[in-house]
Structures are given as structure tokens and as C-alpha cells.
């Protein structure tokens, strides 16, 4: 790792993943973006320019929240500047029949291996009523720059994403990452569109001490 370093760990699930979605076709879309984006060292931001319009939508059980922690070890010693989180996560409503589900929030935690030493605690609120069979769309871009975290070569870092959600009486719905997902919503299909892709990206300097 060389210095100032921005390390892109992307955030790609494990499982099973369904045959895909027109993002034409999405129900609904927010995008939360919480800061500034001349808060981000753009060219080291992943970007796919494609005329794809299809989301691959992972499949998770029946109404199982998303849960996951991903996992990163520094090969280097350094300083924590400033991270961005750009993340998609789908809910897909496949059964109506009475009620609804509430999706509440996207929370994102970053701590060192074991969940000691907090280095990030964030919640994004979505409060977002679905009671109709539908795919919805959540995106958060977040530059965080009020980090000066010291990390040292080997010791892991975890990144656990979770939602939370209240659901009332019979429906069902599936909740997953998406891993690649448009920029332009709803898109041109006969242009080239920018594609994003889920991740955390890491902004490191050397340690001034």
C-alpha cells in the first residue's frame, strides 16, 4: 500500500442470486446521500459504464432481515482519513395478501475484529411503508470525513450491514445487497449508463505519529 491509498472493499454478498430485474422496472428508488460528493477522491470511486439494465437481485429467505459482516485486513500500518460508503440494498415484496412491512433503517458498523473498538456506528433512516408486491430500491452514498482512526497491518477490520423492518399481518418480502446497481434511475437504455457498485472505500494516509 502506498501513500495517500484509497482502498475499495466492495461489498458483494454470498448466496444465491435470481435472474435479474430491469432497473426500469423498480417500484421505487432513494438515493440518501448524506454529504457532499467533492467530499470523495472520485477517481478512485469504481465506476462501470455499460448498456445493461439489469439488476441481479439476491435471494435471501422470506422475510430475513439483511444481516451480513464483511471483513478486511490491512496489509499496511497507517491513518483512517475519511471513508465513503455507496451501498443498494432491494426489498422485494412477492406476497400481499393483508398488512404491510415497514422498513425502518440501514445501519453500518465498522469495528476492529471481534467488535471492540468502534471505528463507525451509523444509522440511515429509510421509514419506508411497502404493502403491495413491488421491488424497492434503497440507496445510501455517505463520505465520512471526520475519522482520524489509526489501523495497524493485520488487524481486521468488520463491516456488518444490517436493516430492520416491522411487518404486520400475511406478506412476504425478500431484503438483499445488490451488488451493481445504475446511476440513472429510471435509465436511457439507449445511452450508456454509469453503474455504481456496493462498497466501502478507505481513505489512508501515514500515520503522522
Given at each position: 500500500m502506498q501513500?495517500?491509498?484509497?482502498?475499495?472493499?466492495?461489498l458483494t454478498p454470498v448466496g444465491t442470486m435470481g435472474t435479474g430485474l430491469l432497473?426500469?422496472?423498480?417500484?421505487?428508488?432513494v438515493r440518501t446521500a448524506e454529504t457532499v460528493a467533492s467530499a470523495l477522491p472520485i477517481d478512485?470511486?469504481?465506476?462501470?459504464?455499460?448498456?445493461?439494465?439489469?439488476?441481479?437481485?439476491?435471494?435471501?429467505?422470506?422475510?430475513?432481515?439483511?444481516?451480513?459482516?464483511?471483513q478486511w485486513v490491512p496489509e499496511n500500518s497507517g491513518q483512517l482519513d475519511k471513508m465513503f460508503i455507496n451501498l443498494a440494498i432491494l426489498a422485494n415484496m412477492t406476497?400481499?395478501?393483508?398488512?404491510?412491512?415497514?422498513?425502518?433503517?440501514?445501519?453500518?458498523?465498522i469495528s476492529r475484529v471481534g467488535g471492540q473498538d468502534m471505528i463507525l456506528d451509523k444509522t440511515y433512516p429509510i421509514d419506508l411503508t411497502i404493502?403491495?408486491?413491488g421491488?424497492?430500491?434503497e440507496i445510501v452514498a455517505d463520505s465520512i470525513t471526520d475519522k482520524s482512526i489509526k489501523i495497524r497491518a493485520g488487524n481486521q477490520l468488520d463491516i456488518r450491514i444490517r436493516t430492520t423492518n416491522t411487518k404486520s399481518m400475511t406478506n412476504t418480502t425478500t431484503w438483499g445487497?445488490?451488488?451493481?446497481?445504475?446511476?440513472?434511475?429510471?435509465?436511457?437504455?439507449?445511452?450508456?449508463?454509469?453503474?455504481?457498485?456496493?462498497?466501502v472505500m478507505f481513505y489512508i494516509t501515514r500515520d503522522r505519529k
Open positions: 501513500y495517500s491509498e484509497a482502498v475499495w472493499i466492495p432497473a426500469s422496472d423498480l417500484d421505487s428508488v478512485r470511486y469504481p465506476q462501470t459504464i455499460t448498456t445493461n439494465d439489469i439488476l441481479l437481485e439476491q435471494i435471501g429467505a422470506s422475510d430475513a432481515v439483511v444481516d451480513t459482516t464483511f406476497v400481499a395478501t393483508s398488512g404491510s412491512q415497514i422498513w425502518h433503517d440501514i445501519r453500518v458498523t404493502s403491495a408486491i421491488h424497492h430500491l445487497i445488490i451488488p451493481f446497481f445504475p446511476q440513472q434511475i429510471p435509465p436511457a437504455v439507449a445511452d450508456p449508463l454509469f453503474w455504481a457498485h456496493s462498497g
